[in-house]
């Protein structure tokens, strides 16, 4: 049965950007598409499938409190997504690989309210660096 108390809760989750803890981020999602070709092979009535090229997307958000986003450009730049809860089998970091935005928000504000900013982007790879492995 699974224990409760080892299942991650992403508060404990973190963003670092080229090395740097991004502490106003609060949401990083990233995943890997691969495109597969579809075949069609002689004395088969299946169609087979073979592995393509991949693409790798993705987007983090948080509080604007710099103005690094606008600095960087479209400059490529590495992010390491940690998880980390202290009741969970361990930690988690994944490596994304040549990141580049998308688009860079320049403004987007409203008066009495936080200001939020949302990067969504592309990556060219990814590394595994600590995996969490159940006991």
Known sequence: MLDASRVILGTYGQAYIDGVWQTHINKLEASVELEKRELNLVGSDWKVHKNGIKKGTGTMSGYKVTSDMIQRGFTKFDIISKLD???SFGHERVRLINCMPDKIQLANWTAGEEVQEET?????GYELVDPIVGN
Request: no cysteine; aromatic share 24%.
């Open 85 to 87: 809860d202290p009741e």
């Open 120 to 124: 969504t982007f592309t990556f060219e």
